[in-house]
């Protein structure tokens, strides 16, 4: 497909600067009587403009088809907002930020509807002094309706003269078909420049930290490959379940929804060649050429597994809005092979960020554990390097212990960004290192399409997943699976944050 090919010629010439949009810019959020919009989007879009982020002209939209009066759409808006206690200004700042959002009910596939909204935005932008006027339209709604919105947008309320982005939030398509098949229609109207598909993680603190710690550590940088890493995790846990969205979740299930978007972003990173430089385009052309070394994940290299009812709670298939008799994973432990010289050999099997070294010469020490780097991306951020020590005292004998960043404790007083607030500040300011290109997608498609076939029944009879108990580690299996790929679980007493001397 020409879209999903078409950069590498476009790479060859200097890239243009991105643009920040300072003045005169509208923010329109499809989707805005929704609960992506009411519980992140338009919270982020608060924080930025209390914190001086979004120029003092700034405009903000919400679109849906929900007709509600100005009252009960700030009240919608405002409604997952915290109001801290200590801050006497807080009100007043919540009702300027009222101010300067409005709101338009219509539909999302009619021309009349995108001609009123576009009359709304027009009326706003009379108002603005300066000449040129910029739109970043942000599209908080399901896939089934991505393209007609973008499709509208570009033919009834696109600004010829000035700056336009769409951002698009995932998923982008349920396999590597109809992922082409919606970057070939987004591309018809909106170029690669324009377009920000949003991968929420990709803003998270701690997964923005990996491009620093990676390359900015030389002790870190010289041990960061097959010679000295036994393997690594890559680690996502939800303590509930689907508890009336089986609906959604079995129709993607946990890869599609975490594994082959969140978690492949964060191995990516992981793994990259150091790019030639900072910028967009030099770090995504790292991501894509690490996940071009990665094959289809093999069915071997897969455990699935799906919960059953306990410890008071019910099953998946108790969930009246699962279809009965679904064989949809609610676990899923996944190992990648990366074939390139750095990595051959190395592997992602389950779930943190969790690098495990490979083991001291034997001689001196025995049975030592083994060395971990782990970065805790959420919640309580945190980095922490596990180490051998000698007991204190006088017993010769070497403990496990850590040196410990963990965010809070390091950086007391600090404002960690939500990943939202920090995506849609590099969206006004035209910086796409964040965010996943069309031939990234394409290649991650690639390497979990026959998996997801498989389990979807499209390949043969579709795999029934191993039960495990609702709220417990997962299946019996899983610790057997990741030992075949070389990882060790450390058996002795280990205590994080503190190691007591009285429990050892």
Not at 69 to 98: G, L, V
Not at 361 to 367: E, H, S, V
Not at 422 to 436: C, E, P, Q, Y
Request: charged share 25%.
């Amino acid at each position: 497909m020409s879209a999903v090919g078409s950069h590498s010629k476009a790479r060859t010439m200097t890239e243009p600067t991105p643009q920040e949009l300072k003045d005169n810019t509208v923010i329109v959020v499809f989707g805005a009587s929704g609960d992506l919009a009411k519980k992140k989007t338009y919270p982020a879009l608060f924080k930025l403009f209390k914190q001086g982020y979004l120029s003092e002209d700034v405009r903000i939209v919400g679109y849906a088809r929900t007709k509600m009066e100005d009252a009960d759409y700030h009240k919608r808006i405002t409604s997952y907002i915290k109001t801290p206690s200590e801050d006497s200004e807080f009100a007043e700042i919540i009702e300027r930020f009222k101010g300067i959002c409005s709101y338009v009910a219509g539909g999302y596939e009619d021309d009349e509807s995108f001609q009123n909204l576009n009359s709304h935005l027009e009326k706003i932008e009379a108002t603005y002094k300066r000449d040129g006027c910029n739109r970043v339209f942000y599209l908080a709604l399901p896939p089934s309706v991505f393209i007609p919105v973008a499709r509208g947008i570009k033919k009834n309320a696109y600004l010829a003269n000035g700056v336009n982005r769409i951002i698009v939030e995932k998923p982008f398509g349920k396999d590597l078909q109809s992922c082409r098949e919606l970057i070939g229609a987004l591309g018809q109207d909106w170029s690669e420049e324009e377009t920000f598909r949003i991968d929420h993680y990709l803003g998270k603190e701690m997964v923005k930290n990996l491009l620093v710690l990676r390359f900015a550590n030389v002790a870190l940088g010289s041990a960061w490959d097959k010679n000295s890493i036994s393997n690594v995790q890559i680690t996502f846990k939800e303590p509930f379940g689907t508890e009336g969205r089986g609906g959604y979740f079995d129709e993607f299930g946990i890869i599609r929804d975490i594994q082959q978007n969140h978690l492949l972003q964060v191995l990516s990173i992981l793994t990259m060649e150091r790019p030639v430089s900072f910028s967009a385009e030099d770090i995504r052309d790292e991501k894509v050429k690490v996940l071009r070394t990665i094959p289809p994940i093999a069915r071997e290299d897969a455990l699935l597994g799906q919960y059953v009812a306990a410890n008071g709670k019910p099953g998946y298939l108790d969930d009246d809005t699962v279809p009965r008799n679904s064989v949809c994973p609610t676990y899923a432990a996944l190992t990648l092979w990366i074939n390139n010289p750095r990595w051959e050999a190395l592997n992602e099997a389950k779930v943190e960020i969790r690098i495990q070294f490979k083991d001291v010469t034997q001689g001196i020490f025995k049975d030592i554990a083994r060395n971990e780097l782990v970065v805790r991306i959420q919640p309580s951020e945190a980095v922490y390097l596990k180490l051998n020590t000698k007991l204190p005292g006088l017993r010769s004998e070497a403990i496990p212990t850590e040196m410990d960043l963990t965010y809070k404790n390091r950086f007391s007083g600090a404002n960690i960004p939500e990943a939202y607030e920090a995506l849609i500040l590099d969206v006004i300011k035209g910086d796409h290192s964040n965010f996943v290109r069309d031939d990234e997608l394409d290649t991650a498609w690639k390497i979990f399409t026959p998996l997801l076939h498989w389990i979807d029944g499209k390949d043969g009879p579709a795999p029934r997943p191993v039960s495990y108990p609702y709220g417990s580690r997962g299946p019996k299996e899983q610790d057997a699976f990741i030992a075949k790929y070389g990882y060790k679980r450390n058996d002795k007493s280990y205590t994080w944050p503190v190691t007591h001397l009285a429990f050892l």
